[in-house]
């Protein structure tokens, strides 16, 4: 599948200047890089919920969960900088930072998950939860939604449908169709995605694989973004636990506070998962990730194989974890989620009241999904929503799309989003709808 939002190389506003720096990232990175939208954008600051381009224009971002407290928020970037004027090492040594951070992390899960061992990025910490299944469990089997990503290393990238049909998927992942909340009547859905689970355990079962773990991302992002209702990921969590596999929630999306309701987007689900991927956010562009588990299960693990990664939760890292937290506690981020997200999507609902190819709206907190449908047979709907993502980012709003059909509008803005800016938004998508 070709990427979602991709540059394909026809656009007709870039600058000389641009298209020189398109021509040199090219030719220094290679041909397996992409960037966003018809005509890419080149950002040279950032503040808050925007971004600013080389003229000084200011975009509104409506898509990156990275710079969660808003970018180059100024709590974090001192925190940075204050720990690489003192010391900055690799994680061999006793440092207070560290397991300061640690500490504070771990209470904000259930007692159970007792620890948590640093990465550098989400797929990294994925890939950690693949061995350390593997080895609790003694199976090599892996459950996985149709769409799902986990990351870009040999093993999860094998658990990755969403890199389309040329990444192979393992020998010993199976795919389990999304629970699809606008697809599948809502009071069906727990049952229709463990169905899913027990035919996936089955099929393993009889080609003789052990199951070792199911790992969702907990928002489903890019299967299409589906958080409700609350508890639909139960059944299919039980049925995993049943054939003695263990439950991975990856919480690279979700994590932080964006569904406003908790946290965690296990929690929303009332599970306690046995292991917890965690990235992006956590240290608001800072390169830090890690993974949450139980002792028990990393018990074993933990003797045999001994686990080091130069970078990950170093003293630096651990800062701007720390920063990160305070800044959501103090300045309730995840109440903000929670309300600037309900404002956001009932402004999404009357629009589609006016426009009725905004099909549905869904979504948690500051993670909407808006799942378009054209109402004539002229525009497909991937084109259409190519279109509005486009058409959105002319007007300066930044959004992406998501899901099987490529026709979800992705909206996950920075925690900071305010009222005002998902009124922008709003008006602005208007008035792409209204374009012909
Ligand atoms: N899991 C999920 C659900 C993700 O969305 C991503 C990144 N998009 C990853 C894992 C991988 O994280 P990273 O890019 O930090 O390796």
């Known amino acids: 599948m070709a990427m979602i939002n991709a ?3 026809q656009s007709s506003t870039l600058s000389d200047e641009e298209r020189a720096l398109i021509a040199r990232r090219e030719a220094a990175l290679g041909p397996a890089y992409r960037l966003f939208y018809q005509n890419p954008v080149h950002f040279v600051r950032g503040e808050g919920s ?7 224009n200011a975009y509104l971002d409506a898509y990156n969960n990275v710079a969660s407290v808003g970018h180059s928020n100024p709590r974090v970037v001192e925190a940075i900088a204050k720990q690489a004027a003192i ?19 771990l209470s904000k899960f259930p007692r159970e998950l007792a620890h948590v061992m640093f990465t550098c990025t989400g797929s990294e910490a994925n890939d950690l939860a693949v061995r350390v299944a593997k080895s609790y469990t003694g199976g090599t089997g892996f459950i996985v939604t149709e769409l799902a990503y986990h990351g870009v290393t040999d093993a999860v990238s094998q658990m990755s449908p969403s890199l389309g049909k040329f990444v192979n998927l393992g020998e010993h992942v199976r795919t389990v169709p999304a629970p699809d909340s606008f697809r599948v ?3 069906e859905l727990g049952a229709y995605f463990a169905r899913g689970v027990h035919a996936a355990i089955a099929d393993m079962e009889r080609h003789g694989i052990k199951p070792a773990a199911m790992i969702v991302d907990t928002i489903f992002s890019s299967d299409g973004v589906f958080v409700d209702p609350k508890g639909f990921l139960r059944d299919a969590v039980a049925e995993v636990q049943k054939a003695g596999a263990l439950f991975i929630a990856d919480e ?13 987007g296990f929690e929303r689900h009332g599970l306690k998962p046995d292991m917890v991927s965690l990235g992006k956010p956590m240290g608001n562009g800072h390169p830090i990730a890690g993974l949450v588990l139980r002792h028990d299960v990393i018990d074993n693990f933990g003797r045999n194989s001994r ?8 003293p630096v890292s651990c800062a701007a974890g720390m920063a990160v937290l305070d800044v959501i506690e103090q300045q309730e981020l995840q109440q903000n989620a929670k309300a600037v997200g309900a404002y956001l ?3 999404l609902r009357a629009l589609a009241k006016r426009h009725p190819e905004i099909a549905d709206v869904r979504g948690a907190g500051l993670f909407l999904g808006v799942e378009i449908i054209p ?3 002229s525009i497909a709907a991937d084109a259409l929503t190519t279109k509005v993502v486009n058409g959105l980012r002319e007007r300066r709003v930044l959004i992406s799309a998501t899901g099987p059909r490529a026709n979800v509008l992705k909206i996950r803005p920075p925690l900071v989003f305010s009222k005002a800016d998902a009124d922008t938004l709003t008006q602005a998508l208007e008035e792409v709808l209204k374009t012909p």
């Open 345 to 347: 999507a009932d402004n």
């Open 307 to 314: 686990y080091f990664n130069t970078f990950g939760g170093n």
């Open 7 to 9: 540059y394909t190389g």
């Open 252 to 264: 690279v999306q979700p994590g932080f506070g964006r569904t406003g309701d908790a946290l965690w």
């Open 185 to 187: 009547p809502v009071d």
């Open 87 to 105: 010391l900055n090492t690799h994680t061999r040594y006793l440092n207070e930072v560290v397991i300061g951070y640690a500490e504070r992390l």
């Open 375 to 377: 109402r004539s047979a």
């Open 50 to 56: 925007k971004l600013y381009d080389a003229d000084g």
